[in-house]
């Protein structure tokens, strides 16, 4: 394979031009008029602010004053959490980019000027020379400065257009489903993997296309330029497309042995956002790629011996993550390779004043020549030897044909902060930052030295390049995460009068904020930080460094490649804090005791001393509280024991399962021993010996050394127990109302290391602990040392993706009804349920007798399951039908059992003793085996053969039940059917 290095990237013209005060002026009317702003009110969606480092903040600017000459810009951002905006240092950022508005009006002009710092303006051209005399919108004739110009491109008010879009999605083609995609304010997006997208764009045979696509987390997608529209998915190999390799963005261009490979870009410098601008000829192979600001990021030809045919679609495939089409247009590009003796013949053969150019007309055709002059709108050519004229309406695209000195080509350093803004509308605009009001950005142009404002609502996106790049550190910072936001910074501490909240946080070296009560998300408070270098290259570079500082600073010495180093005491203040909190060695010893879980989210450490109908009565050294309800108890650990152990999962299902007769009372309390035995009750009391409890209408009392923990189960949702004490969703309700209301301030919970959890409404931070109130515990001291996550805003035990007891969600079982009596003349009778031909469901289940029976322990000869109730009338007409029908055949190969739902040993037995019949019968009580075989309808009678396998699953009674239970276990037997 073929691969290449980057071409350098072309500098940026720093030269001040002069142009005269109209232009200013037009510039001014034209983007401030009422048709640059009518349709561009931005929707009230956030925008988001990029850092260098790779943070980046959710939010909206905010009036930004320049500070003095000498010091450099600021610029304010207002995130909706924080009651004042962040001053972000220029150096710092590196992009915004704000949401699509719904309606976009066309900016007017006959031609687009593409400038060499990749500017676009919008317009008509009334007399050739240097400058130019052009008219920008509707305005008098201005100049433009010829040397800032590369390209002239019909515009027409954009209906020159080729493609603009992406447009909706219904237009678009998929090879799955096209519903995968949605089309949100001219967006289109897709999160799911493999999801496919094509159009036929029209495609000229030199296109250029402007591609803007986003993404969130690591992207993985292809896009490929120039497929066939009628068969994207087998064409989009061969055509020029765009991937993901690891970390960077690559262009590949196949045929078939050739093969071109060339890096776009790192991933890492380009946040989540690809802009680039694609100058393609399919018919000789070639493409370049630019920046939005005009710098050649890569290009390259394959050597093919015969020009290919140019396709006309494009194909995009989200391999994974979540992938955006924000933007997408097809222009006519001139050729993008002249032969060097055409050139060379122009340039010889041309006399006089003019500008060499590059021409493609509106019919296809193109030349080389010099542009001379402009005459009644016909505009005059010098081709070689003759002069040509061509009327305005034919011009399509005019490239200007310079000859670059050596050297330019080299980057230069700037010593001045630059940013081009882009609009919704296409236009592009390069300048220094003045300020920023309410209303609009006002910036001196790079082309023009003059300043110009660009209302906020029409900005697209901002790219900032400082004369003095910086990078804020990541490490040793904690890292707030937002919607929208992920920040590291550092939590100040703040007297008890700071208000809205106590909780002040600030960005790795700029001035903290105050967040307010209705901020959501969480601080990690010692995040890992991502690097792409080994540990042993961090280690060797580290080592380095200090090396170096060693023969540079006193009180450092290298002994044996390790470097002992005395400092002196540190300073007071906010950062020598929070490192002394931080320090491995003044972390504070855990707090001892056993987890009491709380509804509310908290796990507080503490011994439980005794429970009553009420309240749970514990210690703890984090709370001078000693008293809680009952009912805010989530769970509680004892003793020791298994009570970690893995919980068997027939097991779990027995016990969360509710029977019927037991709906109006279902237990509320999971006794786990420490020995792993498991009993679900109602707990009646708590002391330091005992615990008595209710269970199956009986009190026990219980050692309490023996047991583990007690779980507090959560009743089905179905269920409305008003007779139930423990059932706590109207104080559960209250809490959470308790925590919503923005008058107590911001919740604050903080995960601990030992996996405790404690909440609190701050009221100040002191020396990096928080200080505050509990609406249940009270006063409430939590250093953060102690803490791995701070968790901000209301959250609740449903939000806790690790919380242990979320499994424990009680759940009714299934209400049985009279099936059909079926029997009839059916050939297909038994064989329609989905378990006909799967392996039989396992339970474990207990005989009348009190013995254990299970289905995985019957396997050697077939099994006839009986599914029944004492009140089910068909069940009992059924029961001597189905023992007849067994009788027939050897006890050794067929076993019946009569499943009985739900109901006691006495009524089972007396029923038996009324009818006649002496079935061996197992106990369903929490109706887990007729769930697991669909026993929705009974009687249900099941046929399972030697290996385990349903055969044959009848539902109903009827005459006919005996006869075709009877040959379906022939059948299962493999004996011949029975002649009548």
């Known amino acids: ?15 001040a ?154 237009d678009w083609e998929s090879n799955g ?43 993985n997608f292809v896009i490929a330029v120039g497929v066939d529209p009628r068969s994207a998915e087998n064409t989009w190999a061969d055509a020029f497309h765009i991937e993901v390799w690891d970390e960077d963005i690559v262009a590949v261009w196949e045929d078939g042995s050739l093969a071109g490979v060339q890096s776009i870009a790192k991933l890492k410098e380009l946040g989540n956002r690809l802009q680039v601008t694609l100058k393609i000829d399919q018919t000789n192979r070639h493409v370049m790629i630019e920046s939005m600001r005009g710098e050649t990021l890569t290009q390259y030809t394959l050597p093919i011996k015969k020009p290919r045919v140019a396709l006309t ?51 296809g055709d193109a030349f080389q020549g010099r542009w001379k002059a402009i005459q009644d709108d016909q505009w005059l050519f010098e081709d070689g030897e003759e ?104 939590l100040l501490d703040t007297e008890p009068d700071n208000q809205p909240t106590p909780l002040r946080f600030g960005p790795t070296e700029i001035a903290a904020s105050t967040m307010l009560p209705s901020l959501q998300g969480k601080l990690i408070l010692r995040p890992t930080i991502e690097t792409t270098k080994s540990a042993t290259e961090l280690r060797i570079e580290r080592l380095a460094k200090i090396r170096e500082a060693a023969q540079q600073k006193k009180g450092l010495r290298v002994v044996q490649n390790q470097v002992i180093a005395v400092q002196p005491a540190a300073k007071a203040g906010v950062w020598n804090v929070f490192n002394k909190a931080f320090n491995p060695a003044a972390i504070q010893k855990a707090v001892s005791g056993k987890p009491i879980y709380l509804k509310t989210g908290e796990v507080i450490p503490g011994k439980v001393i005794a429970i009553d109908e009420r309240e749970v009565t514990f210690e703890s050294s984090m709370t ?25 999962e027939q097991e779990r299902e027995r016990l969360l399962t509710v029977p019927r007769n037991r709906k109006n009372s279902p237990p509320t309390h999971l006794l786990i021993a420490r020995n792993g035995d498991m009993m679900r009750c109602r707990l009646v009391s708590l002391t330091e010996e005992t615990a008595e409890v209710e269970s199956r209408l009986e009190t026990i009392s219980i050692p309490r050394n023996v047991i583990s923990q007690i779980i507090w189960l959560k009743p089905p949702v179905e269920v409305e127990d008003e007779n139930n004490a423990d059932v706590d969703d109207e104080p559960e309700v209250l809490a959470t109302d308790q925590a919503t209301d923005e008058s107590a301030g911001l919740t604050v919970q903080g995960k601990m290391h030992d996996g405790n959890r404690l909440s609190l409404v701050p009221e100040s931070v002191i020396n990096q602990t928080l200080i505050g109130e509990n609406f249940f515990l009270g006063p409430i001291r ?42 009839g003349d059916d050939s297909m009778a038994g064989t329609r349920s989905p378990l006909v031909g799967n392996p039989a469901p396992d339970f474990k289940l207990k005989t009348l007798d009190g013995e254990p029976f299970r289905i995985a322990d019957q396997t050697g000869r ?57 079935p061996e019968v197992v106990l369903d009580i929490d109706g887990v085996a007729a769930g697991r075989y669909q026993a929705n309808a009974i009687p249900q009678t099941v046929v399972i053969d030697a290996e385990g396998t349903v055969t044959r699953v009848f539902v109903g009674g009827g005459s006919k039940l005996g006869e075709q239970l009877a040959d379906a276990i022939r059948e299962t037997l493999g004996e011949p059917a029975k002649q009548n």
């Not at 150096?91 to 400038?115: C, H, Q, R, Y």
């Not at 805003?793 to 009680?810: C, M, S, T, Y």
């Open 782 to 823: 939590l250093p953060l040392a102690n803490c791995e996550e701070l968790y901000l805003g209301v959250r609740n035990d449903f939000e806790l993706a690790d919380d242990p007891h979320a499994i424990w969600q009680l759940v009714n079982a299934p209400e049985p009804i009279i099936g059909d009596s079926g029997g």
């Open 313 to 363: 679609g494009i194909y995009f495939r989200n391999i994974d993550g979540v992938l955006r089409i924000r933007s997408l247009q097809v222009l006519h590009a001139t050729g993008l390779n002249p032969k060097s003796s055409d050139r060379a013949k122009t340039v010889e053969n041309s006399e006089g004043p003019g500008f060499d150019t590059a021409v493609q007309l509106v019919n």
């Open 1 to 15: 394979m073929k691969t290449t290095e980057n071409h350098d990237r072309m500098k940026r013209r720093n030269t």
């Open 862 to 918: 077939t099994l006839v399951l009986d599914f029944w109730a004492t009140w089910c009338g068909p069940c009992m007409q059924a029961m001597p039908v189905i023992e007849e029908a067994v009788a027939e055949f050897d006890p050794e190969q067929v076993r019946l059992v009569a499943v009985n739902l739900q109901e006691s040993a006495e009524d089972i037995r007396n029923t038996l003793d009324r009818i006649g019949v002496s």
């Open 624 to 648: 001078k509280k000693t008293k809680l309800p009952r009912e805010q108890i989530r769970a509680l650990h004892l003793n020791g024991g298994n009570a970690n152990s893995v919980i068997d």
């Open 177 to 219: 489903q096209i519903e995968s995609w949605t089309d949100s304010k001219g967006t289109l997006e897709t999160s799911a993997t493999m999801a496919t997208l094509y159009r036929d764009l029209k495609l000229p045979q030199v296109a250029r296309v402007e591609l803007d696509i986003s993404w969130e987390g690591k992207p």
């Open 387 to 490: 002069e040509r004229s061509v009327s305005s309406d034919e011009i399509l695209v005019m490239d200007f044909r310079r000859a670059i000195p050596k050297g330019d080509l080299e980057p230069q350093s700037t010593t001045i902060d630059y940013l081009q803004i882009r609009t919704f509308d296409g236009m592009r605009l390069s300048g220094r930052l003045q300020r920023i009001d309410e209303q609009a950005m006002h910036v001196i142009a790079e082309a023009t030295q003059s300043q110009i404002s660009i209302p906020i609502s029409s900005i697209d996106t901002i790219d900032f390049q400082s004369s003095q790049t910086a990078v804020p550190s990541l490490r040793g910072q904690m890292r707030l995460e937002l919607e929208g936001t992920r920040l590291h910074g550092r």
């Open 17 to 170: 031009v002069h142009v005269s005060m109209p232009l200013l002026g037009c510039l001014l009317g034209f983007l401030t008029s009422p048709m640059f702003t009518a349709d561009l009110v931005a929707d009230e969606l956030p925008g988001i602010l990029r850092l260098n480092n790779g943070d980046y903040v959710q939010g909206q600017f905010s009036p930004s004053e320049l500070n003095a000459d000498d010091a450099a810009p600021v610029v304010n951002w207002q995130h909706a959490g924080f009651a004042t905006p962040f001053e972000f240092p220029f150096s710092t950022l590196a992009s915004a980019t704000f949401p699509s508005p719904t309606d976009i009006t066309a900016t007017k002009g006959k031609f687009a000027f593409e400038l060499l710092n990749g500017d676009r303006l919008f317009g008509n051209i009334v007399e050739v020379g240097d400058p130019l005399i052009v008219t920008l919108g509707e305005d008098e004739p201005s100049e433009l400065p010829l040397a800032m110009v590369r390209q002239i491109f019909r515009w027409d008010d954009s209906r020159a257009v080729v493609f603009q879009g992406p447009g909706s999605r219904d």
